[in-house]
């Protein structure tokens, strides 16, 4: 019985990931393939190794601009220690893991999985992987090397069911920043906005100033998702954001409403061609001063920095998505050790690199997100780095949906869709309906 209910849970999940590519791949039109500058391309690259240590695969989405750099470190460093094992880089392009996530969920239920993946922490972990009984846990690993109070207590929850720990966090990016043009801003005298009616006027100021006021890049949906989720903060506050996981919060709430009203006054600021573009593309026209800003988690800042050579602070500054100044939107992601693995002990090793202080300042300065251990070195990390670990320490921390942590796979998949609609029609009333039924779901 149990083993049914598992094998319906783990249908339901590859079938909700195989609709969420193809309602993303629709949302894309012609203009995308003009669009070559930031396309990703698949890594599967070669390693270095021998291979007679045994082979080592790394299952991600990080490939291409901003995405690659802090993963490519990772394995330098790994590949430094172990020579003598053959690591694979298997990532699958595709932004949040638009696609990276239905080749796993084939691989998975194909009994091949790679020897170890990106999974956020919370319920892209449990509700999936956990619930199907299909990832090792951690436990005896995380006491052989003294790791439990290396992670803030918060992030060990959400990577823990039942008691049992099942991954290893690499980092912490921030999901409500909006990064923007700093001369854009100086130019036409704007000052950061705050609360959500401060950011109603930056946009007019800046349309006003002919200047594409929001980049937004839904060429795969969840970038509008996470903007939707940023409103849904500001309007709710951090307590019943939370409370909508729950189902204590209702999904017609006023607040809810209000935050969709806001979210189609945002959309008559973005540029035309959004749905050609991806979250680079769009980061690339407040880069190069196109658009004056553009909300996006702090990988923007990996992108900003390492492929197009912008200073933080002089060419592009951040805020906290206005209304959501106090809070951090937690997006982790983390490594496990899945069930029916060739080499164990091999996992864990990498599993060691990427917790160790080393491992994780060789990724995160590069990746745009902070350590997720809480003894990581400062000095690694630029001003965008040291602001968001004192934000970390200072802020109400809620979890993000667009990245898997707060609600299960099946309603995420289902809200992409509806926003996906929405961006299109921006029929307030049948969003907030579509959102009901698919909150049955939760
Ligand atoms: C998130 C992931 C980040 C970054 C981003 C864009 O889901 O946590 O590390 O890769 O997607 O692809």
Known sequence: MLKRSLSLLFMM?????????????????????????????DNNSESTGSGEGGTLEIFSWWTGAGEEDGLLALIDLFESKYPDVAVENAAVAGGAGTNAKAVLAARMQGNDPPSTFQVHGGAELNESWVAADMMEP???????????????????????????????????????????????????????????????????????????????????????????????????????????????????????????????????YVNEDHASRNWQDAAQLVGEGEAGMTNMGDWAKGYFSNDLELETNVDFGYFAFPGTTEDFMVITDTFGLPKGVEDPELVKEFLNVLASQEGQDAFNPLKGSIPARVDADPSKYDEYGTDTMEDFQNSNLTPSLAHGSAASEGFLTKVNQEVNIFVTQQNVEQFIEKLVQAAGDL
């Open 138 to 268: 951690l436990n005896d690993f995380y006491e052989e090397y003294e790791l439990m109070d290396k992670f803030p207590e918060e992030l060990i929850d959400l990577v823990s069911k039942d008691g049992n720990i099942y991954s290893v966090p690499v980092n912490i990016h921030r999901g409500n920043v909006i990064f923007y043009n700093k001369a854009v801003f100086e130019e036409n005298g704007i000052s950061e906005p705050t609360t959500l009616d401060e950011f109603m006027d930056v946009l007019q100021q800046l349309q006003d100033a002919g200047v594409t006021p929001l980049a937004m890049g839904d060429k795969e949906a969840w970038t509008a998702t996470q903007i939707f989720e940023n409103l849904l903060l500001a309007t709710l506050g951090p307590d019943d954001y939370r409370n909508l996981w729950t189902g204590d919060v209702a999904f017609d709430d006023d607040r809810i409403v209000e935050a969709a009203e806001y979210f189609q006054t945002i959309l008559g």
């Open 13 to 41: 999940v590859v079938i909700s990931l195989l609709v969420a590519c193809g309602s993303d791949s629709e949302s894309s039109n012609d203009a995308a393939d003009e669009n070559a500058s930031n396309e990703e391309t």
